[in-house]
Structures are given as C-alpha cells and as structure tokens.
C-alpha cells in the first residue's frame, strides 16, 4: 500500500516536471486591427476656406412714360419692360369720363421715355409706334403764328395740332368767362390741356 502511493506521487512529480520543462504552447492571439470608418469630411469643418458664389437677382427693365389727356393723374410713371398702354393708363388713375377709348391702342407695348396720350372724345386720336407719334389731321393746319387765342374762334382753334375740337371750345368758354389770356402759358388753365399739348400747338399760335 505504501509501495503504491509513492508510486503515484513520483508519477505525479514526474508529470509536472515534464510540465514546467515543456509548457503547453499558448492559444496565439491574433491581433485585429478594426478600421474605424468615419464618414467623408464635411466641407466646413475642414478649414479650407470657401467661397460662395453669388448669384445676383437680375431686376425686371423699367420704363418711365409720361401719360397725358384724359386720364385721372397725367404725369410720369415707371412700368416694367413688356407692360402695355393699359397699364400706364391704370397708374394714372384710369380714363377720364370724357375720354375717347378707341383713340389710344390700350393692347401696344410701351416704351420708355414715350408719352402715352389719351384724346377727349371728339379729338383726333393719336398713336404711337416705335416712340413715333401719328396724328391723323382733319383738314389742314393753319400757318404757324397765324392763330390769335383771344380772338380766334372755337373752328379755327380746332385745327391746331395739339388742341382739337374739344379744347377749343373749352379755350373760348374760359375766354368768355374770365377775360383774354395774358400769355400761351395760360392755357394750361383749360381742361384737357397739357404741356405737351401746348408744346404741339405754340409755334401756330401768335404770342401774346
């Protein structure tokens, strides 16, 4: 029985001799390398410097015309490249009761620096194409200087370019009422009666 137990531990001695002398060899630990992914650089945290592009707004054209006659407000006004006559007349307020519709083309393109000029009814329409303004004249125009406004009556006054049937009547009833005019430039006192009317008119006309 003892002959027995020291046989087992001089095995047992044997065996883990033979085991500090050859170790089991180590199950190798293969290193892995994990790739970080990390998604592409934003531009703006890169510190490159930008540059934005700026893309100007381009602004619509502008016209400037000058509307006169028988509208509620002559003077000038600003559209936009491709409005129409219609609307210059909108921005003046509109047509006059006594203006004569069909004596402006309301659908013609506008263009700048023009005058868009709305007859009273009974006046000799006007119309404009390209910047040029055709009158259509009834009968023929007096001599220049030929015409005194104190004296002349409402015919005669009549066929003066830039004054027409319906001024003139008015110039004579004005004429009656308040006395002589004192100069050309008085006129501008009767109805219906602009700048550029009495521009068309003064050089047949006999200063005063």
């Not at 085991?19 to 650089?41: F, I, K």
């Not at 100007?56 to 028988?70: F, K, S």
């Not at 009814?121 to 104190?150: F, M």
Request: proline share 7%.
């Amino acid at each position: 029985m003892i002959a027995r137990i020291a046989l087992v531990a001089t095995a047992t001695l044997i065996l883990a001799a033979f085991a500090l002398r050859h170790p089991a060899p180590r199950a190798a630990v293969q290193s892995v390398s994990v790739a970080t992914l990390s998604p592409d650089p934003d531009p703006a945290d890169s510190g490159a410097p930008h540059h934005r592009r700026f893309h100007p707004v381009a602004q619509a054209a502008e016209l400037v015309v000058y509307v006169a006659g028988a509208v509620v407000r002559p003077g000038l006004y600003h559209l936009h490249l491709g409005d129409r006559y219609a609307q210059a007349v909108a921005s003046a307020g509109g047509l006059r009761a006594s203006a004569d519709a069909a004596g402006v083309n309301l659908a013609q393109r506008a263009a700048d620096g023009e005058e868009i000029y709305v007859p009273v009814a009974g006046e000799a329409p006007h119309t404009r194409a390209r910047g040029t303004r055709t009158r259509r004249h009834r009968g023929t125009p007096p001599p220049d200087g030929s015409v005194d406004v104190n004296t002349a009556g409402a015919a005669e006054l009549a066929a003066v370019p830039g004054i027409g049937r319906a001024v003139s009547s008015r110039i004579v009833e004005l004429r009656k009422r308040e006395g002589s005019f004192a100069s050309l430039d008085e006129l501008l006192d009767v109805a219906g009666m602009t700048q550029s009317r009495l521009e068309r008119a003064r050089s047949y006309l006999r200063e005063l």
